[in-house]
């Protein structure tokens, strides 16, 4: 046979503790959910951001194969072309009023240096209106096109200016 135990029932003084405490702990989370305040972008600023994904070209022109060296492999291997896989990293260059303030180049992703290159990078800059010129490169070979965009832009306070580049869609977006 079991015996169950009474259940304990709270006490006025219980209840009023434990509501104190929850009141407490109410204010205390108030607080510093307000307190410091914080500021991401120092005041008369807005925010100059690139953010991208793109696979670069492929580094090495395909070589196609001869009739002889088809005949000798698979059925399922014989592709006409011989590529590699490996891709250039992208190259960003980004100008605000004839001041460099990034050029880099930012790698393909994978062990094969196969996948797309991600970039992103941001800065303050002052409120006002700036020349903004971006350079892409996509293909590390001599003489390859380079994507190119100019534009004045008015950057106000907390403003964030996104600069992508998407080369299938018209190259660099400034928005």
């Known amino acids: ?6 259940k304990q029932r709270l006490g006025p003084l219980q209840w009023t503790g434990q509501i104190v405490l929850y009141a407490l702990f109410a204010a205390f989370v108030g607080y510093f959910a307000s307190q410091p305040p ?3 972008l120092p005041p ?3 925010l100059l951001r690139l953010s991208f994904s793109h696979p670069g070209k492929f ?3 395909c070589r196609q194969r001869t009739a002889e060296e088809l005949a000798k492999m698979p059925p399922q291997m014989r592709a006409a072309q011989d590529c ?3 891709r250039s990293p ?3 260059r980004v100008e605000v009023d004839d001041k460099i303030l990034i050029d880099r180049s930012f790698r393909p992703a994978g062990l094969a240096q196969d996948g797309a290159a991600s970039g992103y990078w941001r800065t303050p800059i002052a ?3 700036h020349r903004l010129r971006v350079h892409f490169k996509d293909d590390l070979r001599p003489g390859a096109p380079t994507f190119e ?3 004045e832009v008015t950057v106000r306070e907390g403003q964030i200016v996104l600069i992508d580049f998407k080369a299938d869609q018209g190259g660099i977006s400034i928005r």
């Open 149 to 151: 965009r100019s534009a």
């Open 90 to 92: 992208v190259q960003a």
């Open 38 to 40: 914080v500021s991401l």
């Open 1 to 6: 046979m079991t015996e169950t135990l009474p």
């Open 44 to 46: 008369g600023h807005g």
């Open 59 to 61: 580094a090495t022109d």
């Open 127 to 129: 409120a006002g209106t």
């Open 84 to 86: 590699q896989r490996t």
